[in-house]
Structure formats: C-alpha cells, structure tokens
T-cell receptor, first 113, second 114 residues
Framework: DAKTTQPNSMESNEEEPVHLPCNHS???????IHWYRQLPSQGPEYVIH???SNVNNRMASLAIAEDRKSSTLILHRATLRDAAVYYC??????????????FGQGTELSVKP | DAGVIQSPRHEVTEMGQEVTLRCKPI?????LFWYRQTMMRGLELLIY????????DSGMPEDRFSAKMPNASFSTLKIQPSEPRDSAVYFC????????????FGPGTRLTVT
C-alpha cells in the first residue's frame, strides 16, 4: 500500500476549525483515502473516506486535492472530545485483501479549551 | 449490536505463561482482524480471517503466536510462551467487506508480561 505522511502533532482551540493534512504522493488510481481516529485508551474508529471528490459526513469533511496527492481532514468545530490520534490510510480497494488497514504514525491532535 | 467484544480487558502474566485473548466480532461480519499496538511500533496488523479462514498471517511475529477462528462469532489469539516484549494492547476488528467498507474495532486487551 502507498505511504502517507502526516505531521506528528497539531494543536487546536476548542470550537475552532481544524485542518489535518496528509500527503500521499505515490497514491494509485485504485487507492481510497481512509481516515480513522483513536481516542485515548480506545480502539481506532472510522471517520471518513473518499476517492476523488470531497466528502462530508456528520463527523468531518474530507478535501481531496485534484491530483489526489494530498488530502485534508476538516473538523468544523473542534471539541475537547476530538483530542485523538488521526490516521490517514490509503487502501487499494481492488486488491481484495478484505480491507486490511496499514497504520502509520498519525497526527496527535490536542484541543485547548 | 454491542460492537466488537474483547476479553479480558487487562491481563497481567508472568514470562513463560500461556496467554489467550478472545474476540467476538459483530454479527454478520465476514472479516476479522487482529492488531497489536506498542509505543515503538504503533498499530500493526497481525493476522486476518475471511469466513473463519486465515488469509494472511505474515504479521504474526513468531511461532509463539497463534490465532484461530473456530466459528463466525469467536476468535482467539494465543501466545505461548509469553515474553515481556509481548506487552502491548491487542485489538480485534471486524468488517463486512465491500468497496471501501469500514472496520469496527474492539476496546482492546492490555497485556503486561512481567
């Protein structure tokens, strides 16, 4: 699976938007971009995924660059409960490996009141 | 559904002892994954099953580790004999695989080997 690069850590203020970047310059045409997050002392949880177009759900938005070599996870109003490690993962959906996930180091987001 | 269930939540054992971790996936899911998380190595995929059959165990660190899935609602990860370097949090996850489907993770088992 192609590699992703994320900042090790980011800080945000409560109730402000947060933009979490992810670089994936070697992305292939069949790679979907998945985001998971891991809150303290919990298992990872799904956040959002996309292929080419920007995506929105109740948790976040995903903005994908036109060349797909980078993407940004957007939390519109950060809350203290959004403090977590956020993982950007590329997954080849035609590889038929059951959707296994290869985690990088992720970005540790801290939210200040 | 109650989500993915793992037991025990915490396990402390002495080096050399056998350890068995248990997982109940979400009903109807056809894939089950075992991951391990340490500070040094992050989250690593150990093994995964499809319809109770092991598909890829290339992440299993050594022969001391074994995993089974005797039926669709139960899986075990066994370490025998355990060593201090096996101390980690072990996560089980399941999914109903379709294009870009998500995985659902359990709360994890924190294993400490002294």
């Amino acid at each position: 699976d192609a590699k992703t690069t994320q900042p090790n850590s980011m800080e945000s203020n409560e109730e402000e938007p947060v933009h979490l970047p992810c670089n994936h310059s070697t992305i292939s045409g069949t790679d979907y971009i998945h985001w998971y997050r891991q809150l303290p002392s919990q298992g990872p949880e799904y956040v959002i995924h996309g292929l080419t177009s920007n995506v929105n759900n109740r948790m976040a938005s995903l903005a994908i660059a036109e060349d797909r070599k980078s993407s940004t996870l957007i939390l519109h109003r950060a809350t203290l409960r959004d403090a977590a490690v956020y993982y950007c993962i590329l997954r080849d959906e035609l590889d038929n490996q059951g959707g296994k996930l290869i985690f990088g180091q992720g970005t540790e987001l801290s939210v200040k009141p | 559904d109650a989500g993915v269930i793992q037991s025990p939540r915490h396990e402390v054992t002495e080096m050399g002892q056998e350890v068995t971790l248990r997982c109940k996936p979400i009903s109807g899911h056809d894939y089950l994954f075992w991951y391990r998380q340490t500070m040094m190595r992050g989250l690593e995929l150990l093994i995964y099953f499809n319809n109770n059959v092991p598909i890829d165990d290339s992440g299993m660190p050594e022969d001391r580790f074994s995993a089974k899935m005797p039926n669709a609602s139960f899986s075990t990860l066994k370490i025998q004999p355990s060593e201090p370097r096996d101390s980690a949090v072990y996560f089980c996850a399941s999914s109903f695989y379709r294009l870009a489907s998500e995985q659902y993770f359990g709360p994890g088992t924190r294993l400490t080997v002294t």
